[in-house]
Nanobody, 127 residues
Framework: QVQMVESGGGSVQAGGSLRLSCAASGFTFSSYCMGWLRQAPGKEREGVAAIDTDGSTSYADSVKGRFTISKDNAKNTLYLQMNSLKPEDTAMYYC?????????????????????RGQGTHVTVSS
């Protein structure tokens, strides 16, 4: 049974940092491209970051230079280090699988390409 469990969300002031984790199980984690998707109330889903099986990454312009996606295949865990957080980063964050063809360095991952995802973890950034 495929499972992805996100954690690490919370409330932080603008300029602060959070590290999200996603514990995956039920599939061969190292063989899949993974990413983070977010959705704020009343807004469209946004692909935030993605990582290929070879470690190459892609980011949304809105988070480039502030967020870093990484993975530990030995622990079947995906991470999102979020620094210099802004109020506009407030959203529910989900980890998800996506086709590796969707991970193009220099190009934001498309929300529509994200597939099976977890239940999410909420991030609130106050000004």
């Amino acid at each position: 049974q495929v499972q992805m469990v996100e954690s690490g969300g919370g409330s932080v002031q603008a300029g602060g940092s959070l590290r999200l984790s996603c514990a995956a199980s039920g599939f061969t984690f190292s063989s899949y491209c993974m990413g983070w998707l977010r959705q704020a109330p009343g807004k469209e889903r946004e692909g935030v970051a993605a990582i290929d099986t070879d470690g190459s990454t892609s980011y949304a312009d809105s988070v480039k230079g502030r967020f870093t996606i990484s993975k530990d295949n030995a622990k079947n865990t995906l991470y999102l280090q979020m620094n210099s957080l802004k109020p506009e980063d407030t959203a529910m964050y989900y980890c998800a699988r996506l086709p590796c063809r969707s991970v193009v360095p220099g190009t934001a991952p498309r929300a529509a390409d994200f597939g099976y995802r977890g239940q999410g973890t909420h991030v609130t950034v106050s000004s």
